[in-house]
């Protein structure tokens, strides 16, 4: 069977990783055109990462009118996504976008008019969804092990100091780190209890990261001797920040490596509470001043079910009216890229693609879980629950 063509937009750290992904172990898929709006990045990125044989391009309309692929993968910076994704699905291109789908109300109505104009398919890149844990808890939920989900709650402790050295920072950019990176749980939340949102209301802060520190960079800083967050680049790495990011910066301005206590206007603790069409609720923390603790807990009216990263790769469910408890064993998978989860989140695009059933999850699920970190974020300004469906119209997402 001929290859499926893809089009990469945005050869940036995501980019890059799909390149290697579908090289090294998606033999239904190639790579035949990249873009990037950076020429100098694209240049060295594609020579340092030896990307494979393909056309190049600079502007993404070019990319779209040479016809060369039969699917686009954006993964361009969050704030982008709704004028990328927008012109391919009216070019008529099938359309993977990696998270989260939108940073605002405006670009998610704009993004899911599209999609419904559109026969082509849309892929959202949620590779959490891939996680065997994720999708464990989710077949023992839908098989009834814990009767009707009434109440949810997840908690997330990440290290993130990655996001304070980039644009992630910046809510022009992100709308926040609940958008940028809570729109993967938020989206397993969604998915175990199958509904939609109508209300959102949370609280949030910068307590830990962002400052006044004015140094040019982590690399370019007198505090790597007292710096708790001092970032040590090996030879190889520097070699990478100064070729694909320090150099191609002059084309754009864009920052690689800021000081994590630097300007930033973006909060770093959130918690945030989801009321569910279907009338349950659920509540999310994430932080990013933490070191990798993660749980999440359903309860139903016939028990609960637990998957906490401390009790390594397990789920717990505890069954009501003396049912007892049950440990299940679910094996991560240690292979590269996310776990794996990436691979075979491509594995059921190809699917997809080959027979027309939509495999992964499609833009509305996107914006059911953006939606829910974009609302978080105006009640976090304006000290008030917000209703989904002064947003966008709840029809486009449920
Ligand atoms: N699912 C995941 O686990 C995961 C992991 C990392 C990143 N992501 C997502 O992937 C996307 C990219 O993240 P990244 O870390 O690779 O960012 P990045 O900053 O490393 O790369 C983005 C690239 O896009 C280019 N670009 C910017 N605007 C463009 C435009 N309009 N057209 C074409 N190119 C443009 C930039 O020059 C840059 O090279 C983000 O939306 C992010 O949320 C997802």
Known sequence: MAKIKV????????????????????????????ADTNPVRLESVSKLHEYPPCEKFTSVDDLLNSNLADVIMVTTPDWTH????????????????????????????Q???????????????????????????????????????????????????????RWHKFREKSEGLIVHKGCH?????????????????????????????????????????????????SEKDSKLLEEIYIKAAVVDGYTRNYCVFSPSNCPDQYIVTIEYSNGVIASFTELFFGTGVMFMCFAGDKGEIVVDSLVKD???VIGKYGKGK?????????????????????????????????????????????????AAMISIDEKRPVMIDQLVPLGLIK
Request: include cysteine; glycine fraction near 10%; aromatic fraction near 10%.
């Open 326 to 374: 049950k440990v299940y064993e679910v094996k991560k998978e240690t292979k590269m890229y996310h776990g794996g989860a990436d691979i075979e989140m491509m594995k059921d695009m190809v699917k997809s693609l080959e027979t027309g059933n939509h495999i992964l999850p499609g833009f509305k699920e996107g914006a059911k879980s953006s939606i829910i970190g974009i």
């Open 185 to 233: 749980l938020i989206d397993i939340m969604n998915w175990c209890i199958g509904s939609y949102p109508v209300k959102v209301y949370a609280e949030g802060r910068q307590c830990h990261f962002g400052g006044d520190k004015k140094w040019e960079g982590c690399h370019k800083c007198d505090e790597t001797e007292t710096c708790p967050y001092a970032r040590k680049l």
């Open 82 to 109: 709704a004028e990328v994704l927008v012109k391919c699905m009216e070019k008529g291109y099938h359309v993977f976008c990696d998270k989260p789908l939108a940073i605002n109300p405006q670009q998610t109505k």
């Open 7 to 34: 089009g990469i937009i945005g050869t940036g750290d995501r980019g890059t990783s799909f390149v290697k992904v579908i090289q090294n172990e998606i033999p239904e898929l190639e790579v035949v055109a990249v």
């Open 111 to 165: 993004i899911l008019e599209a999609a419904r104009k559109t026969k082509k398919m849309q892929f959202m890149g949620f590779n959490m969804r891939y996680n065997s844990q994720f999708i464990k808890m989710h077949q023992i939920i839908e098989d009834g092990e814990i009767g009707s989900v009434l109440s949810g709650t997840a908690y997330s402790g990440y290290e993130g100091t990655g996001y304070f050295r």
């Open 314 to 316: 397990t789920i717990t």
